[in-house]
Each structure stands twice: as structure tokens, then as C-alpha cells.
């Protein structure tokens, strides 16, 4: 399942090769292999890494949590801050804002990019509306991050892609996981 990523202005920023592991109505689950393609600005290179990719529905932002190939140990977790995620059955886009938040297996968080999203708003002219929710966005997944809520936790890939196959029904408990269904 390609994951196509693209600027505000609409031009394509890299695609990404991953497997869909999981999905209900509030959440799809992707796993990127290591070796697996990353195509950006005519260059193709080959990501060492694996990933289990979260795009919860009605969401500002995706989380990626990286591991090592070989011991499956977490290397860290990524989030995307995004608008206008879309599934059409075969590929997964969305566009990038430029606001991340970087989050280590010790639970350290840190906010990337703040220069870039300010930057982009302007020469590009985010509606408020983008930047009021990609601002909401941040501090919910930042907020998740801070109460170790699945996925963030320092689990190896085994027991995080066990957690992620059984997403139908985590992904549906209120109050225990973060990334809830959004339609009940």
C-alpha cells in the first residue's frame, strides 16, 4: 500500500511503500518492512527501518514508530502534523504541514519544524482554520505522548504489532487508548 505524502501547495513530497496490518472504522495501521521503497524528488533509496504507521480517522496527525530491523528494539516515535487525509482503497495520502513531534523510548518529546509550518502558512496562506486545527493537532498527540498512550510506549515491534493486529478492538475503548474510533 503506497503512503503518498504531498505539500499544501500540492506538490508530491515522497511516496513510501507499506502493508496495511490493520483497520477499522477509526484507525488504519501500516507497516513499512525494512528494505521497503522511499521515492522523493526523482531519487529512490531503500529505508533500513521498520515502521508501524497509525492514521487515526478525523485526525490531525499520524504517528510512526520506527524500530530496528535486526532486535525489533524502538528506536523512536515520529508524528506528522497533517490535513486532508485520504483513502481510496488502494493508496494513502495526505498532506504534510511541517509541524512534527519527535518522541524517544524514554517518553522525552520534542516539537520539529516550528520555523517550516510558520514559513509554509504564510507563502502558501493556511486558512485559520488549518492552523487552529493543526495547532489542536499538536497538542493532543503531544498530550498522548506525555500519558504513554498506546502506541507510545517503549514496546518492542513483537508485542506493538501483536497490539496493532488486535486494533479492532483497542482502537474502539474510550478512555484507555488515545486513538479511539472517532464515529461512536
Request: glycine share 8%.
Amino acid at each position: 500500500m503506497p503512503i503518498a505524502v504531498r505539500k499544501y501547495d500540492g506538490h508530491r513530497r515522497f511516496v513510501v511503500e507499506t502493508t496495511a496490518l490493520a483497520a477499522c472504522p477509526g484507525l488504519l495501521v501500516a507497516r513499512g518492512e525494512a528494505g521497503r521503497r522511499f521515492s522523493a524528488a526523482g531519487e529512490i533509496r531503500h529505508l533500513p527501518t521498520i515502521t508501524l504507521e497509525y492514521f487515526p480517522a478525523g485526525r490531525g496527525y499520524n504517528i510512526l514508530s520506527y524500530y530496528e530491523a535486526e532486535s525489533g528494539a524502538l528506536l523512536y516515535h515520529f508524528c506528522n502534523v497533517l490535513a486532508e487525509a485520504t483513502w481510496d482503497g488502494a493508496t494513502l495520502a495526505y498532506i504534510d504541514l511541517d509541524l512534527d513531534l519527535r518522541v524517544e523510548p524514554t517518553g522525552v518529546a520534542t516539537i520539529e519544524d516550528v520555523g517550516d509550518f510558520r514559513r509554509n502558512a504564510r507563502r502558501w496562506r493556511y486558512p485559520a482554520t488549518i492552523r487552529r486545527d493543526a495547532v489542536a493537532a499538536l497538542r493532543e498527540v503531544r498530550s498522548l505522548a506525555a500519558r504513554g498512550v498506546p502506541p507510545f510506549t517503549a514496546a518492542p515491534l513483537a508485542v506493538a504489532a501483536r497490539r496493532a493486529d488486535e486494533v479492532g478492538q483497542w482502537a474502539k475503548r474510550d478512555g484507555d487508548v488515545g486513538l479511539r474510533d472517532t464515529e461512536t
